[in-house]
C-alpha cells in the first residue's frame, strides 16, 4: 500500500462523534506510552500526526487519522497508566469498549506491546478481549531497537506463551518507529483488512 494522503480528522469521545463517511477502520490499543502514536507517524511517514509524548497519557481521546481517503486509523488511549485517576480510567475504558463492542466499520486491531517488557496483566486482557469480540488482532512487538538482535527469540517466545498466541488466528510483527522494521509488513496487514 503506498501512502498517498493523511490527515487529522476528528478526535471522539462517544458514537455521535465518530466519522460519518461510512469508511473501514484499524484502531491500535496498547500500554501507554508503548509506541501508538509513533507507529501510526512511522506508518503515514509523518512528523507528528499522531502526537507523541514521552509523558505517558498524552492521547486521551480517540483520534481518527483518514488515510488515502480510503481508511481510518484509530490511536487510541493507553492503558495501564498509573497517574491517571481512577475515575479518568473508568472514562477511557467505556470510551474504548464502546468502540471496540458498537463500530461496524471496525476491520482490525493492532495490539502493542513493548518487547522490553513481559506482556501486562492489561495486555492479556485487552487480547483476551479482542479475541472474544472476533476482531482479527495483529499483535505489534515495539521498540525493537531498544532489544539485542540475540534477544528476538526469548522476546517472541516470552510473547507467545504469555498471551497464549496462536499463530494461526493472529499475526506477530516486531517493529520499530526508529528502524522502520516491518513497517512494509504492518502496512500490507492493514490493506487486508480494509479490502476484505
Ligand atoms: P500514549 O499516547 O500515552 O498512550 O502513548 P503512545 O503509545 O502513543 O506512545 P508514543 O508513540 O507517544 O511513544 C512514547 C515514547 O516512546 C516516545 O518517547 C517515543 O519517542 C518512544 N518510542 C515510540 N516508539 C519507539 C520505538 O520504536 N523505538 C524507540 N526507541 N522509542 C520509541
Ligand atoms: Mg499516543
Redesign the pocket.
Known amino acids: 500500500m503506498i501512502i498517498k494522503s493523511s490527515s487529522y480528522a476528528v478526535s471522539a469521545v462517544r458514537e455521535d462523534q465518530y466519522p460519518k463517511d461510512n469508511l473501514p477502520e484499524i484502531a491500535l490499543a496498547?500500554?501507554?506510552?508503548?509506541?501508538?502514536?509513533?507507529?501510526i507517524?512511522t506508518l503515514l511517514k509523518r512528523k507528528n500526526l499522531?502526537?507523541?509524548?514521552?509523558?505517558?497519557?498524552?492521547?486521551q481521546t480517540l483520534n481518527f487519522c483518514k488515510v488515502n481517503e480510503k481508511f481510518y486509523l484509530v490511536?487510541v488511549?493507553?492503558y495501564g497508566?498509573a497517574k491517571v485517576s481512577q475515575k479518568k480510567r473508568q472514562e477511557f475504558g467505556e470510551m474504548i469498549q464502546d468502540y471496540l463492542e458498537t463500530r461496524p466499520n471496525l476491520k482490525g486491531l493492532i495490539i502493542?506491546v513493548d518487547s522490553r517488557h513481559e506482556p501486562t496483566k492489561d495486555d492479556i486482557a485487552m487480547y483476551d478481549y479482542a479475541q472474544y469480540l472476533n476482531i482479527p488482532i495483529l499483535v505489534v512487538c515495539?521498540?525493537?531497537?531498544?532489544i539485542k538482535k540475540s534477544q528476538t527469540n526469548k522476546v517472541m517466545s516470552g510473547l507467545k506463551k504469555k498471551l497464549n498466541l496462536n499463530y494461526d488466528h493472529v499475526t506477530v510483527l516486531t517493529?520499530?518507529?526508529?528502524?522502520k522494521l516491518h513497517v512494509t509488513e504492518l502496512s500490507n496487514w492493514i490493506e487486508k483488512r480494509i479490502n476484505e
Open positions: 496498547g500500554r501507554s506510552n508503548v509506541g501508538k502514536s509513533s507507529l507517524n499522531a502526537r507523541t509524548s514521552s509523558q505517558p497519557g498524552k492521547t490511536d488511549p493507553g497508566y502493542l515495539t521498540k525493537m531497537d531498544k517493529f520499530s518507529s526508529v528502524t
